[in-house]
């Protein structure tokens, strides 16, 4: 960006909104900032790090606890991110496919349509089976376009995997879409 005010980069920050968080405290006044703009930034927090369990720091609970002290919500930051019951059962039917890979690679391939948050989410959450070190959800956006949702513990790169698809994203969180090709989905070894 040409002719910027100020630059501030910090490749060890869990978010945007951590280091808005942090020039927030020093370029304004505590009564300027508003309970919906501590309640946004607390949520952005809490989403990109996947509630305080991946790329957190020192510095990210210090800024989500001065956003707490200066009127942020927790509850409300919850409720921010609740699903409805049939999402979380669609969730969970994509997660009910998935089988592993290599022993250490969670892959779900579906052969219908799918909801692209609720892809992101069943994929965040294969992540929570032991001994996963990535999970893959390949599903149908629309009829000719499959996009891929990628999560990584870190111990795999899923940037490097879905940029070869033609997608990016960064070394825990990814995805991709292609036109025209079909999924090709084997039958379980549980339907067998």
Not at 90 to 107: K, T
Request: glycine share 6%; hydrophobic share 40%; net charge negative.
């Amino acid at each position: 960006i040409e002719g910027a005010l100020l630059n501030f980069h910090e490749p060890y920050a869990s978010s945007a909104c951590e280091l808005v968080t942090e020039l927030v405290q020093y370029l304004t006044e505590r009564e300027d900032v508003l309970p919906v703009e501590t309640l946004s930034l607390l949520a952005g927090i809490v989403l990109d790090t996947k509630n305080f369990s991946v790329r957190t720091g020192a510095r990210t609970f210090e800024a989500a606890a001065w956003l707490r002290k200066n009127g942020a919500d927790t509850v409300a930051v919850k409720l921010l991110f609740q699903n409805d019951l049939h999402a979380t059962l669609d969730r969970y039917q994509i997660i009910q496919h998935a089988e592993l890979y290599r022993g250490n690679i969670a892959l779900c391939c579906l052969d219908y349509t799918s909801d692209r948050i609720i892809a992101a989410q069943a994929a965040d959450e294969l992540l929570g089976i032991e001994d996963v070190d990535a999970s893959f959800v390949f599903y149908y956006e629309s009829s000719d376009v499959v996009a891929y949702s990628a999560r990584s513990m870190g111990r795999i790169n899923v940037q490097i995997i879905m940029e070869k698809l033609g997608g990016g994203g960064h070394l825990t969180m990814a995805g991709a879409q292609t036109k025209g090709c079909l999924l090709y989905t084997s039958p379980s070894p549980r339907d067998a």
